[in-house]
């Protein structure tokens, strides 16, 4: 899981080639969407905690994996 700055000053969430926007946050945990959500139409999903340490859980993409998107 890597936390990168996109152009527009917000973060974005690389995991194993997928990349998500941060969309949600409530008193536990972040929501963060596919970024391929509109080109795409991918609805995948994932949750981190506040501190952006631990990943809860990730939904399935409807898209291949970017090679070059966070690795870990």
Same mark, same amino acid.
């Given at each position: /899981?890597? *936390? *990168?700055?996109?152009?527009?000053?917000? &973060? $974005?969430?690389?995991?194993?080639?997928?990349?998500? @926007?941060?969309? =949600?946050?409530? =008193?536990?945990? &972040?929501?963060? #969407? +596919?970024? !391929?959500?509109?080109? !795409?139409? +991918?609805? =995948?999903? =994932?949750?981190?905690?506040? #501190?952006?340490?631990?990943?809860?859980?990730?939904? #399935?993409? *409807?898209?291949?994996?970017? /090679?070059? $998107?966070?690795? @870990?």
């Amino acid at each position: /899981m890597e *936390i *990168i700055n996109n152009n527009k000053g917000g &973060q $974005k969430l690389c995991h194993y080639g997928y990349c998500y @926007t941060k969309k =949600a946050k409530s =008193a536990v945990s &972040q929501r963060w #969407e +596919c970024d !391929q959500r509109g080109s !795409q139409k +991918c609805r =995948a999903i =994932a949750t981190t905690d506040l #501190e952006l340490t631990v990943l809860k859980s990730v939904t #399935e993409h *409807i898209h291949a994996a970017d /090679m070059f $998107k966070g690795k @870990t």
